[in-house]
């Protein structure tokens, strides 16, 4: 992808508060199954995007918070969100790739991801991440999830474009355990997650995009492209979607 797709592709995803699907509840469900974070915790979010679910984490406890993302504009709007959000003392925005991490091996007590374990791949990010968690420390992740064995010709071709990682349920709980951890719980996003947080937000805010881009190709095939994405899911979700993983380090 060359560099001027992933600028319109920030630009597209910085105009929404989320850039991947989630919620605030679903934060604090996954938060749920975490044991013994204390204020002298560390929590790193990586590939945070905008920091949304960062913020939340930092409320939901008393620990630092790190968000890590790749780009730079993404960081400067949670900075932004940091600095109106009386949690200055305990979240801290970063620049930084999930592959390459600024942290002491067994520094942190929490590693987090909604959505962007792909970038690195699943089993590959948790074997990587492990070395930098605390004995007894956890992982909690939100990946792309198959709901059954079987599905449509067109939805599984779909998704060996966008992402061959993708895999069954039980597989990726296998996955967690091969990567040295015990499986603590995982649990199905619901659709709301995708529906009215990921997509809709999208649909209000194409035109403007495309107007602030007008005459650029590239910016037109992007929103065609996710567009399509939007139809995939509302003709096929039954048979896919984001599952959180939750794991513990042993």
């Known amino acids: 992808m060359c560099d001027i797709d992933l600028k319109l592709i920030c630009e597209y995803y910085s105009k929404i508060d989320r850039q991947g699907p989630g919620s605030p509840e679903i934060t604090r469900k996954a938060l749920s199954f975490v044991n013994g974070l204390e204020p002298a915790s560390k929590i790193a979010d990586l590939g945070c995007g ?3 679910q960062s913020m939340e984490l930092a409320r939901a406890t008393e620990g630092q918070v790190y968000g890590l993302d790749l780009f730079p ?24 790739s999930m592959d390459k991490l600024p942290f002491q091996e067994e520094e942190l007590d929490l590693v987090w991801s909604e959505g962007a374990i792909y970038n690195i791949g699943f089993e590959e990010g948790l074997q990587y991440w492990r070395r930098f968690l605390k004995k007894d420390g956890y992982v909690a992740v939100s990946e792309a999830s198959w709901f059954s064995r079987e599905r449509p010709k067109e939805i599984q071709d779909f998704w060996e474009r966008e992402y061959p990682g993708i895999d069954t349920i039980p597989n990726k709980m296998a996955q967690m355990q091969n990567a040295g951890y015990s499986l603590v719980a995982s649990f199905v996003l619901p659709d709301y997650c995708w529906t009215e947080n990921f997509y809709k937000p999208q649909i209000s805010m194409q035109d403007s995009f495309l107007k602030e881009n007008e005459g650029s190709k590239a910016a037109q095939e992007l929103v065609e492209s996710q567009n399509f994405e939007m139809r995939m899911y509302e003709q096929y979700k039954k048979y896919y979607g984001y599952a959180f993983y939750i794991g513990r380090k042993i």
């Open 73 to 96: 504009h993404f960081i400067d709007i949670f900075q932004k969100n940091i600095n109106a959000s009386g949690l200055q003392n305990r979240l801290t925005a970063l620049v930084g």
């Open 50 to 52: 905008t920091g949304g």
